[in-house]
């Protein structure tokens, strides 16, 4: 896989910088008619389609220039959630490929990720800020267990307020099963309860119907999570059958491909 941009998201990268810098009066007049939406808008749109092609490539350079522009749009509008939101969201998914290699540091990263997306959550009612925290925060644990008894607490609490806002939200079970797969059955996780909120999960994704600027993200990805649930349970032919469907889905995603899939030719 690349380290660097395709030609389309470099070109997308461009489209969006010439939005924030065509301020002369001729740049204005020359713009087409699509100028009418705000900047920051149009900021937001592009690095959204940036992470919806890195998320599935694992590649952290689109990542990191679509937190570029948002970071943009943050600069024109301060105030707005979904900026915040996405800028959290694309920090946490750089700081899951990037959780587990050498000399990887995730800490700052999950740091911001948690700024932002508390100031989102605060100024927004968008319940996947609240589920995308809940899970930040638990890879904070991961990072260091230490923090287990204050973080632990406030993980949960961003959970419940997630269900609490939109109990049909698909990402928020889905997010849910994640955090349960990481979390000891003495404390409310394990994986039985990991395979029943993400079966609910994908049974939400069935009639989940976004509208933009909401998330919707995720469809093939409760299918990863559900398959690796039943690779540690040993069930094969069951977790291969779920890393087919999320390919069926997402064709492109190479974790499964490079990963998952040859690890359970081994177990095999």
């Given at each position: 896989m690349s380290a660097f941009p395709?030609?389309?998201?470099?070109?997308?990268?461009?489209?969006?910088l010439m939005v924030?810098?065509?301020?002369?009066?001729?740049?204005?007049a020359a713009r087409p008619a699509t100028s009418g939406v705000p900047p920051a808008v149009r900021l937001r749109d592009s690095a959204i389609a940036?992470?919806?092609?890195?998320v599935p490539a694992g590649d952290i350079t689109s990542l990191q220039n679509a937190r570029a522009l948002l970071e943009r749009g943050l600069a024109v509008a301060p105030g707005d959630p979904w900026l915040m939101h996405y800028a959290g969201y694309a920090l946490y998914r750089e700081a899951t490929i990037l959780l587990g290699r050498d000399g990887a540091d995730v800490g700052p990263l999950l740091e911001r990720a948690d700024e932002l997306l508390e100031r989102?959550?605060?100024?927004g009612t968008i319940p996947e800020s609240h589920a995308l925290r809940s899970g930040v925060l638990g890879m904070m644990i991961g990072s260091n267990p230490l923090k287990g008894m204050t973080l632990g607490p406030r993980s949960g609490e961003q959970m419940d307020k997630a269900l609490e806002l939109d109990p049909t939200n698909p990402r928020v079970?889905?997010?849910?099963?994640?955090?349960?797969?990481?979390?000891?059955?003495?404390?409310?996780?394990?994986?039985?309860?990991?395979?029943?909120y993400?079966?609910?999960?994908?049974?939400?994704?069935?009639?989940?119907?976004?509208?933009?600027?909401?998330?919707?993200?995720?469809?093939?990805?409760?299918h990863v999570w559900l398959g690796q649930v039943y690779a540690k349970q040993k069930r094969v032919a069951e977790a291969r059958a779920q890393f087919?469907?999320?390919?069926?889905?997402?064709?492109?995603?190479?974790?499964?491909?490079?990963?998952?899939?040859?690890?359970?030719d081994k177990k095999k």
């Open positions: 395709s030609i389309t998201d470099r070109a997308l990268l461009l489209s969006a924030v810098c065509a301020t002369s009066a001729s740049a204005q940036l992470i919806a092609r890195a989102s959550a605060a100024l079970w889905m997010l849910r099963g994640i955090g349960a797969m990481n979390t000891p059955a003495m404390f409310g996780g394990g994986l039985e309860k990991a395979e029943e993400l079966t609910k999960a994908i049974a939400l994704y069935a009639r989940d119907e976004p509208q933009p600027p909401a998330p919707s993200w995720g469809a093939h990805e409760a087919e469907k999320a390919l069926a889905i997402e064709p492109n995603d190479m974790w499964v491909r490079m990963t998952l899939l040859p690890a359970l």
